[in-house]
């Protein structure tokens, strides 16, 4: 066992004895060590809990013949860093998360790890962590919070944490009360766990799921559900199965697992955020993943959920329809279905006795949302090496859309335009200068098109940015343009007034300047400044590479 390299032979005493100031026993000695990497936090909703499903896991552990042993990550709850200096250090923070894991597991010779994530961030660097080190892994989410319930004079109606954002915009436009606003704040999300829709987060976990390193049920089973502690429970007994096969994740995480996660991610119509970090998996195992290949998978996979905010069902009716294994069943015959999991079988095996529960969630093949995908790679000479947008939450009237620049340096600028309303309709909003170098750190610009939203202006204006948008975002968003501003992208060449054309359905987009304009105007640009000087977000936008390279360290 690698654990041997602290527990067995006679220079290993000084070792023992440090083992045994954890209470550990003598007999304990030969069993192997799993490390529980756990991201539990006070101050994340989605994870504030998380010490319970670690327990379950543990007792799993123990019960399979390990020793497990806690430890801990950082993690960064998105909505509470949205809209202020806090978000720079979102998507950094998965690069730390992945790095922290290595270190701990390595300086502690562990023998296999159960990974426990929720929130946007975290899972995709765990899961880097977990190809990187390729010891055998297991991985088991928090799971989503239920959606919210506010009361109206006819009952109540369904709310959650995207419909506060977009309350934000329809106090700033006279259409809702502050006092309604407070009410809404109150109820929108009602405990523990991921936010209710297919955001970034429950995204990520169903899609960990569909690449085969969770259990069926690990993407949907809510937070509070009594069968959340049953999967964890299970997880701890599952990892000791893996060790004692060596089956390792990338046995389980290889194109055709990167491909059945795109297939299913298309399906859902998830966030945008999932490109990014299935780039920057891919990354860590060593796997080829041209952007390319997004709008291939799309083409032939089919839309078969409008979940929030695409539409109005939430995680919790996902998991009563079926669940992932539910959606992928009903995808058979466009996924690689003998690619192994976690569960000691092959996708093939878990879906064969699942069936869709409930029609309206997940849709038949023959009645699907969209005869293509919820996500597409735009390219053109504005986007050269790629943007991408959630098309799944575009309007129709907006798919195709051609408009004169309003160009805006920064977020916070973009923001008071809207609340000032100085946006007209027909405009492209283009927020610039917030891609992974010159942010730095790709924020995520919920609050600018949460406000259009509620201003009811999401079907009359555009937004393109070289940053990222939050899943809860809906609109004609456009993010990760590349190369960014920064890096002397054709982004960084626009000004007020240059038209812009959005053709979604054909994957372009395009600014109306000839190429020699474009060179001319970026040879005319002052060197880039970076915002940040000191700390972690400087030492970030040295190494960061592109956003369509997955945002991954150089």
């Known amino acids: 066992m690698k654990s041997d390299a602290i527990k067995i032979g006679i220079e290993r005493a000084p070792h023992r004895s440090l083992l045994y100031a954890l209470g550990c026993s003598p007999a304990e000695m030969s069993k192997p060590f799993i490390g529980i990497i756990n991201s539990f936090s006070e101050i994340v909703p989605g994870h504030m809990h998380l010490r319970d499903i670690a327990e379950a896991v543990k007792a799993g552990v123990r019960s399979g013949g390990g020793l497990p042993f806690e430890v801990n990550t950082i993690a960064v709850c998105d909505g509470l860093a949205m809209n202020h200096p806090g978000m720079k250090y979102s998507l950094p923070s998965r690069e730390l998360i992945a790095d922290s894991v290595e270190i701990v597991a390595e300086a502690h010779a562990f023998d296999a790890l159960v990974f426990i994530p929720n929130c946007d961030k975290v899972i995709p660097g765990m899961l880097m962590a977990a190809v990187r080190l390729n010891l055998p892994a297991i991985f088991i989410s928090g799971g989503p919070m239920l959606k919210g319930l506010l009361p ?48 970034t987060a429950n995204t990520m976990n169903c899609l960990t799921e569909a690449l085969g390193m969770g259990l069926p049920g690990n993407g949907t089973i809510p937070a509070v559900d009594s069968r959340r502690r049953q999967l964890a429970k299970e997880a701890g007994q599952q990892i000791m199965a893996l060790l004692a096969n060596n089956t390792r994740p990338r046995d389980i995480i290889n194109k055709e697992a990167i491909h059945n996660a795109l297939s299913v991610d298309m399906a859902l119509g998830g966030s945008t955020n999932s490109v990014l970090h299935l780039t920057a998996v891919a990354h860590e195992a060593g796997i080829d993943f041209l952007l390319p290949l997004v709008n291939e998978i799309s083409q032939r996979t089919p839309q078969l959920c409008k979940i929030r905010p695409a539409g109005d069902h939430h995680i919790e009716d996902l998991d009563r329809a079926g669940g992932i294994a539910a959606v992928m069943k009903e995808l058979e015959g466009l996924l690689k279905l003998e690619s192994k999991t976690v569960s000691g079988k092959s996708m093939a095996e878990i879906i064969a006795q699942r069936q869709v529960m409930d029609r309206e969630v997940i849709r038949s093949r023959a009645k699907a949302h969209s005869a293509t995908g919820g996500l597409a790679i735009l390219f053109g000479n504005l986007a050269p090496e790629g943007a991408v947008v959630k098309k799944a939450a575009v309007a129709p009237e907006m798919m195709v859309h051609r408009g004169p620049a309003r160009v805006f340096d920064s977020e916070e600028e973009t923001t008071q335009a809207i609340i000032n309303g100085k946006i007209k309709p027909g405009e492209v909003l283009v927020i610039r200068y917030e891609g992974p170098k010159g942010g730095p750190g790709m924020r995520e610009m919920l609050t600018p098109t949460s406000l259009l939203t509620g201003m009811g202006m999401d079907k009359e204006v555009a937004l393109l940015t070289d940053g990222r948008f939050s899943g809860a975002t809906r609109g004609a968003a456009i993010g990760h343009i590349s190369p960014e501003a920064a890096s002397r992208g054709a982004i960084a060449a626009l000004a007020d007034g240059d038209m812009i054309k959005i053709d979604i359905p054909n994957c372009q987009l395009e600014v109306e300047l000839s190429d020699k304009e474009i060179a001319n105007r970026l040879a005319r640009l002052p060197d880039f400044e970076p915002k940040v000087k000191t700390g972690y977000l400087r030492r970030y936008a040295e190494k960061v590479s592109s956003a369509s390279t997955g945002a991954v360290f150089r």
């Not at 329809?170 to 309604?180: D, F, N, R, S, Y």
């Open 152 to 199: 109206t004079d006819n009952g109540f109606s369904v709310v959650d944490l995207s419909s506060v954002f977009e309350a934000v915009g329809k106090v700033a436009g006279g259409q809702m009360t502050e006092l309604e606003l407070e009410q809404l704040e109150g109820v929108a999300c009602p405990g523990c766990g991921s936010c209710s829709g297919l955001f």
